[in-house]
């Protein structure tokens, strides 16, 4: 056997071919870090968003249902999910499993599908886009999903309707080509806005009383979820292009602009129509912000995101403060946190929105030449409007398929495991919550009534004002 050759460092020797001269450090560096980025937006973001946003008997399911979806979806995806999504092609709309993808070497090898990495960065990476995607979906069943029904759910859905989405946008499939969705518009935020309605629709609504009557439970904290998720989405699009690039500074600052935008638009709404600034309405606009700047971050300028921050901010609020009051169908559908219309409206949004401003000499540092765009505004200055057009055409095409793939998968998914288990808790469940499900409760100091008894030097002075009691020392 040949002796391998070994640099010193200050902490030790590493053989020379641990870096091979393919890989981009740099990029390497920054793909891991926009990876854990993503992942943190999950856990603990929206464990902490859905475990306060919702009414305090069911913060424990509902920051549950996220935990267990991040992990059951990791495994999903490193043994199959990942292949069938960015593989060889086995149909035009999926990719093949391959058990190699659990091989060291395999992963350790350059990622094929463009970049300056291992594959095992970029198979984390998207991990964890996958697996925001189902906890998203999520919100839209929170306060009576039947927890082992949640359970199936999710490796079901991650490999019968997500696979297809990724791998017919992002990976080989017949989309390809022709969409643009720079970090998932469609891919993440459509199929999960749609799924969630879908599955919504098929376990039933909450209780009554919950249904009128749901206030979030810890303000404060929903507002830190909210955080995580916002900074977080620096990785989320900064990561797409998986590299330290130009493109890459100017999709994390298109980002950050069309969400302030969106977030001033949606409070100016609740300002002039009811007179009062809601911080639920805040975080509302501050997702649509998000979700819609998405599949076009760092393919249009920044007054484009100016403009899709606008939008964001009052289609949205349209239809999920307006439209959604008006219509039978909606209101009958229960829509536990409107994820509807803060991911499938505000993605529908952004991916038509970037068909109009995605612009030539961007689309060409991210995606092949002569594919995607250009963007139908730029295709009249530039004398182009047959491509113009054809563009918008394909981002049309994109989200029909999108959001009919994912309403006939999730319906049979549903259907399929209502034959097993309960979709829904049963109704007694259902007015207890958590304690129903899990056997715990997240404020158990306060749970039925049970408090720790007051040592009398720590009481109250009932004699002073409520807004300035402090505790007295009695005799």
Not at 267 to 272: E, H, K, Y
Not at 347 to 375: C, V
Not at 418 to 427: A, S
């Amino acid at each position: 056997m040949g002796m391998a050759n070994y640099t010193v460092l200050p902490y030790g020797l590493i053989p020379d071919d641990a870096s091979p001269e393919w890989l981009n450090k740099g990029d390497n560096g920054w793909q891991m870090t926009s990876a854990a980025m993503v992942g943190l937006q999950s856990v603990p973001g929206l464990v902490i968003l859905y475990g306060s946003m919702v009414k305090k008997k069911w913060a424990v399911n509902s920051a549950f249902m996220a935990l267990y979806a991040f992990a059951a979806v990791l495994l999903c995806w490193v043994l199959w999910a990942y292949e069938m999504s960015f593989g060889s092609s086995m149909i035009p709309v999926l990719g093949k499993p391959d058990a190699r993808g659990a091989a060291e070497k395999y992963l350790l090898s350059q990622n094929r599908l463009g970049g300056y990495i291992p594959i095992a960065d970029y198979v984390f990476y998207q991990f964890a886009f996958a697996a925001i995607t189902v906890i998203l979906l999520g919100g839209s069943l929170l306060g009576r999903m039947n927890f082992y029904a949640w359970m199936l759910f999710v490796p079901l859905w991650t490999t019968l309707s997500y696979t297809v989405g990724a791998h017919t946008i992002w990976g080989r499939g017949f989309l390809t080509d022709q969409i643009i969705d720079y970090a998932g518009g469609y891919v993440i935020h459509l199929s999960s806005g749609v799924a969630g309605l879908t599955a919504a629709y098929w376990v039933g609504p909450r209780h009554s009383d919950d249904r009128q009557h749901f206030p979030p439970n810890n303000i404060i904290n929903m507002l830190g979820g909210a955080g995580f998720l916002w900074m977080g989405w620096t990785g989320f699009n900064g990561g797409a292009p998986m590299a330290a690039s130009e493109i890459t500074s100017l999709a994390v600052l298109n980002t950050h602009v069309c969400t302030a935008t969106s977030i001033l638009v949606w409070l100016s709404l609740d300002v002039a129509v009811y007179l009062k600034s809601s911080v639920v309405g805040a975080v509302q606009g501050m997702m649509t912000g998000l979700v819609c700047i998405t599949p076009g971050a760092g393919i249009v300028d920044t007054w484009a995101a100016i403009i899709m921050g606008i939008l964001s901010g009052s289609i949205p609020w349209y239809t999920m403060m307006v439209l959604h009051k008006k219509s039978a169908f909606l209101q009958k559908v229960d829509d536990t946190l409107g994820v509807f219309h803060t991911h499938a409206v505000a993605g529908l949004l952004g991916g038509i929105l970037s068909g109009l401003f995605a612009k030539p000499d961007l689309l060409a540092m991210f995606y092949s030449p002569d594919h995607q765009g250009p963007g139908f505004i730029y295709g009249i200055i530039d004398q182009k409007f047959n491509k113009g057009l054809r563009q918008m055409g394909f981002q049309i095409i994109g989200a029909l398929f999108i959001t009919v793939w994912n309403v006939l998968a999730t319906s049979l998914i549903c259907i399929v495991i209502g034959k097993m288990t309960p979709l829904r808790m049963d109704e007694d469940g259902l007015e207890i919550g958590d304690d129903a499900a899990h056997g715990e409760e997240a404020y158990a100091l306060w749970g039925d009534g049970e408090r720790h008894p007051v040592p009398r030097r720590f009481r109250m002075n009932p004699k002073m004002p409520s807004f300035c009691r402090r505790c007295t020392t009695s005799p």
